[in-house]
C-alpha cells in the first residue's frame, strides 16, 4: 500500500504514536511492578462535578481493586497496542478513554487544589489533556495500517482472500 502521507509526515506520526505507547506501558508496568501502588490517593483528592463517583471508588477496597487492575492493564495493553501498530485505533479509544478519566479525576480548573503537587503551574491544560489531544492525531491518522502489526494483518488477509479466489 502507497501511503498518501510523506516520509517525514510519517515518521512524525508514528514517533508521536509511538511515544505515547510507551508513556502508557512505561506507566502501567511501574504500577504492576510496585507491591504498594494504589489509585486510591489519587481518587480521593478528586474534585469537580464527578469527584463523588471518584472518591467513592476509592472508599470500597473491593472496588478499588478492580480499578487498580484495570488501570495497570489498561495502560500496559494501549501503550503496546501504541507501540507495535497492534489495534492501534482500539488502543487509541481506550487511551483517550483513560485520559479523559484522569483529567476529570483531577482537572486543572480555577480553584481546585491538589494535594499531589502538580509538575507546573495549569489551567484548563495540562499535560493529561495534551496528550489527549496527541491521542486524537493516532486516531485520525491510521498508521498502524502504514507501519504497524494492523499492517501485516490486513496484508496476511489480502493473500488469504486472494488464495481463496484461486481454489
Known amino acids: 500500500m502507497k501511503s498518501e502521507y ?16 510507551w508513556h502508557f506501558f512505561y506507566e502501567g508496568v511501574s504500577k504492576a511492578v510496585n507491591a504498594y501502588w494504589t489509585s486510591a490517593g489519587f481518587l480521593e483528592q478528586s474534585q469537580g462535578f464527578l469527584s463523588e463517583w471518584f472518591v467513592d471508588l476509592a472508599s ?10 484495570l488501570n495497570v492493564w489498561g495502560l500496559v495493553l ?8 497492534g489495534l492501534t485505533r482500539t488502543a ?7 485520559l ?9 480548573w480555577p480553584g481546585f487544589v491538589y494535594a499531589i503537587p502538580a509538575e507546573g503551574a495549569y ?3 495540562n499535560k493529561t489533556f495534551i496528550e489527549l489531544c496527541a491521542l486524537l492525531v493516532t486516531l485520525f ?10 499492517r501485516l494483518v490486513r496484508l496476511a488477509r489480502a493473500r488469504g482472500s486472494v488464495q481463496e479466489s484461486y481454489a
Request: with cysteine; proline share 6%; charged share 5%.
Open 92 to 98: 487509541a479509544c481506550f487511551g483517550i478513554l483513560m
Open 6 to 21: 510523506s516520509g517525514a509526515q510519517l515518521t512524525a506520526l508514528v514517533a508521536l504514536r509511538f511515544a505515547i505507547g
Open 78 to 85: 494501549v501503550g503496546l497496542g501504541l507501540m507495535l501498530g
Open 60 to 69: 470500597n477496597p473491593s472496588t478499588l481493586a478492580v480499578v487498580d487492575f
Open 141 to 150: 491518522f491510521p498508521t498502524g495500517k502504514i507501519i504497524g502489526l494492523d
Open 100 to 108: 479523559i478519566l484522569y483529567y476529570l479525576a483531577t482537572p486543572p
Open 123 to 125: 489551567l484548563i491544560i
